[in-house]
């Protein structure tokens, strides 16, 4: 068994961390971004994604509808953002993994220091991903979701702000 595989608990968990999954995770967002806003998403901004989409926490609470801003939620979760400030250092080796492997599978390109999906390239598995167990239907939906939520809530300095994490 790899050194990667030994850290995870479950086939499950090593199945949701692992950097295509992540990879689709981002491109997710990358796309509801995008769809919202009509420009890409920052990079930086995959490095808060994956541990708030990944934390089961934040996605039981994460609001649902368009009316709840980012600010309004955070100030009354406290305890999901210290969750996300313990989990967004520690998963950042994944993040970078999936952004090079997303890269390299070509489901998305970085023009500037911006996620671009690549349209070109459809996610295949997509289909199977999405008639998968609940985790990773809730996984992507928090990931669109997030990735909207980002793009109404100002520059990426602001976004790391108000979760309280230390951007770089």
């Not at 995770?25 to 971004?33: C, D, L, N, P, T």
């Not at 709840?68 to 400030?85: G, K, M």
Request: glycine content about 6%; overall charge positive.
């Amino acid at each position: 068994m790899s050194e990667w595989l030994q850290q995870f608990s479950s086939q499950e968990e090593a199945a949701l961390f692992n950097p295509a999954f992540l990879a689709v995770v981002i491109r997710k967002a990358a796309e509801s971004y995008e769809s919202e806003v009509g420009v890409q998403m920052p990079i930086s901004l995959a490095f808060l994604v994956v541990p708030a989409a990944m934390s089961k926490q934040i996605r039981d609470t994460f609001p649902v509808i368009k009316t709840t801003s980012l600010l309004v939620w955070i100030e009354a979760h406290e305890r999901e953002c210290l969750i996300l400030q313990k989990n967004a250092p520690a998963l950042a080796p994944a993040v970078r993994r999936a952004l090079i492997l997303g890269s390299q599978m070509k489901l998305f390109e970085f023009p500037g220091s911006r996620i671009q999906a690549n349209p070109a390239r459809g996610i295949r598995s997509l289909v199977s991903l999405s008639q998968g167990s609940s985790e990773v239907k809730e996984v992507l939906k928090v990931a669109e979701r997030l990735g909207k939520s980002f793009a109404r809530s100002g520059d990426v300095a602001s976004i790391f702000s108000i979760w309280g994490v230390a951007a770089g």
